[in-house]
């Protein structure tokens, strides 16, 4: 799951109301889990993610494009058919990829 929004439109929900309506349709469609990730540098997205329930995963560093810059993602994720797991594709792709202290399953 990913989104993008203009900053002047930020804080008001926008993203977080829109995100519970994919997050339903998930739900009906019978998906099993949901991931998202968002730049360590944008914690709102994070706050996002952890309103919708979201758990923090782990973080791994990609050579993002299509800036071409090096940035540190936060992976977290939704388990909808109540069985826990951890996506580890990214943590299996990116050689840079470590557990942040503080942020896992409260």
């Known amino acids: ?3 993008g929004l203009l900053k002047e439109f930020w804080g ?3 993203v977080t109301e829109a995100a519970r309506a994919v997050v339903e349709q998930a739900r009906q469609e019978g998906l099993p889990y949901l991931t998202a ?3 360590r540098e944008n914690p ?3 706050g996002v993610m952890r309103k919708l329930g979201m758990v923090y995963q782990y973080s791994y560093e990609e050579q993002w494009q299509p800036k071409d810059i090096q940035v540190v993602f ?3 994720q ?4 109540g069985q826990e797991r951890s996506y580890r594709g990214y943590w299996e792709r990116y050689p840079v990829h470590f557990v942040e202290p503080g ?3 409260e």
């Open 103 to 105: 942020l896992g399953k």
């Open 44 to 46: 709102g997205s994070g």
């Open 37 to 39: 990730t968002h730049d």
């Open 74 to 76: 936060r992976l977290y």
């Open 1 to 3: 799951m990913g989104y």
């Open 12 to 14: 008001r929900g926008i």
């Open 78 to 81: 939704m388990d909808l058919d």
